[in-house]
């Protein structure tokens, strides 16, 4: 590697000579890639296909050391940074254009405590290696509900999956939080040691330093537990819906359900528009089947794929749908309300989406979520019953104006039934800031900005969202 040119914080270009590059490439056991190097090109790559960033410098970290070393080289050369892990999130936060990258996707060991119930999960880890250590003891660590997404940036802005009502969002599981911050220190933040900033890091996403291991609580789940995959046609939404709605709000917190609102899955109704009540129910097995009964007998079902299966096989269960590199702009709203003029909305949309990839996911929360008071973690979207993702999904670059243009409008004519907040993992390309901000924080913003001031007072650390440091 030659020298390289590369942006700083103040705006303008500096040449980071070959000796300074070398000197810093020493001090790590991973690797630092610029344009040029065989391995450059597929280390920009995020999975959403939309992205397309050229960062000047990629730092592939190994381990705690080469974050430090990373974290004081950012700092001493005053370079505009992003983090990296399962680089997943849609917006492509990820990558820095013309900047430097954190990156701790090859940090990804997890070691479970079995007595203990805990799990020690490096930064760079997907669901998926969480999820293949604690399942052999039978445990389970609250996370999302596709195993290529990253544990990093599903955590830090909170982290819904099915087993959100019973045991809360991943954020209320987490123990401890390991972190190099902006001085370049490894800090060790849980309710005793930094509580402030382990406040802020349920929820502040990526604005406080380069998490490097995360301890999670585990729970007993499986080994099976029980998929509810009933069909239904779009045309019987308002019904299905509405049923689904009366009986999430008493069912039994061992099941999470999302309204997906998709074309078939199945062939023999391939190209027709239908609603899916995916749920995962994680009780007791000999009551899966009269637990899931209200959801699959609304009538009847075009087709039923419900069954129980292995809990590592639920966590799959909707890998296959969402490659590598296919185009992606996702948006969320939260909801407080989910009657017919909402349902005939989503039903609308649904027939109108430009590729039938695309899909509108109702997730029906409540549960232990609810129950953690709004001040307790910086996240703050405990209360709504009802989160809306909008997902467009696409192939052809041609349509993507479109597929973007149609997520929008169904955001946009959501807005009136919301208090506006809506959920940071789904972010779209963070266009509009300043609502998402007010909406994902509200009451906790103020307090936010003052450990961003305590923590990273120089905005090292721009997160997806950046929060103000203030005093
Ligand atoms: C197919 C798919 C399914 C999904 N399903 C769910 C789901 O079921 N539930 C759910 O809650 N979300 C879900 N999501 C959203 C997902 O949680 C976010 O996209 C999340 O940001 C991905 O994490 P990542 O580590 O891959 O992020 P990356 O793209 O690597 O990073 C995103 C941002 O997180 C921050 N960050 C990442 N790593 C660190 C670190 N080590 N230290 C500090 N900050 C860091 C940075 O600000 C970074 O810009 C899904 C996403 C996809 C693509």
Redesign the pocket.
């Known amino acids: 590697m030659g020298s390289v040119e590369i942006l700083t914080r103040r705006g303008d270009r500096i040449s980071l000579s070959e000796t300074a590059l070398k000197s810093f490439a020493k001090q790590l056991r991973g690797t630092v890639l610029a344009q040029g190097d065989t391995r450059y090109d597929q280390a920009r790559r ?3 296909g939309m992205i397309d960033k050229r960062p000047a410098l990629i730092a592939r970290c190994r381990g705690t050391a080469d974050v430090m070393a990373s974290v004081d080289f950012a700092r001493e050369h005053d370079l505009p940074l ?13 990558i820095v254009e013309g900047g430097f990258v954190i990156d ?2 090859e940090m990804r060991s997890v070691h479970v405590m079995p007595g203990q119930r805990l799990a020690r999960v490096e ?2 880890a ?1 669901l998926g290696d969480l999820d293949h250590e604690t399942a052999p003891f039978n445990l389970a660590a609250p ?4 195993s ?7 955590t ?6 099915w087993l959100m009502r019973k045991h809360g ?2 954020i209320d599981n987490l123990a401890a939080v390991e ?1 190099v911050t902006a001085d370049g220190r490894l800090l060790r933040a849980t309710h005793d040691q930094h509580p402030d900033l382990f406040w802020a890091l349920r929820g502040g ?8 291991a995360f301890e999670f609580h585990l729970h007993p789940v499986g080994p099976q537990v029980w998929m509810s995959v009933p069909i239904y046609p779009l045309e019987r939404a308002g019904e299905i819906i509405a049923a689904c709605r009366d009986y999430m709000a008493e069912a039994p917190e061992d099941l999470m359900v999302i309204g997906v609102f998709w074309d078939s899955p199945v062939p023999q109704y391939r190209g027709r528009p239908v609603v899916i009540l995916l749920g995962c129910y994680t009780g007791p097995l000999d009551k899966a089947e009269e637990v899931l009964a209200p959801l699959r007998t609304i009538g009847q079902p075009l087709a039923d794929q419900s069954g129980a299966m292995k809990w590592t096989e639920a966590q799959q269960f ?1 890998d296959r749908d ?1 490659p590598d590199g296919l185009f ?1 702009y ?1 948006k969320s709203i939260y909801l407080n309300r989910l009657d017919h003029e909402v349902i005939g909305i989503l039903a609308q949309h649904t027939a109108r989406r430009p590729s039938p990839e695309s899909s509108i996911d109702v997730w029906f929360l409540g549960g232990t979520v609810t129950r953690v008071p709004v001040s307790d973690t910086a996240f703050a979207q405990r209360q709504p019953p009802y989160m809306i993702g909008i997902e467009a999904n696409w192939r052809d670059p041609e349509t993507s104006q479109a597929n973007i243009a149609w997520a929008r409008n169904v955001h946009r004519d959501l807005q009136q039934f919301s208090d506006g907040g809506s ?4 972010p779209g390309f963070v266009e509009d800031k300043e609502a998402l901000l007010r909406g994902a924080y509200g009451p906790n913003l103020d307090r936010l900005e003052k450990v961003k001031a305590t923590y990273d007072p120089d905005n090292l ?4 969202l950046s929060i103000t440091a203030r005093g």
């Open positions: 995020v999975w959403n992003s983090i990296r892990a399962g680089g997943h999130n849609v917006s492509g936060s990820a701790v996707s930064s760079g997907r996370v999302g509900v596709v290529e997404t990253g544990v990093a940036g599903l830090l802005h909170g982290g819904a999956g969002l991943s972190i996403g990526g604005n406080f330093g380069v998490v490097t909707l969402y992606y996702w959920y940071l993992n789904f650390f721009p997160g997806l």
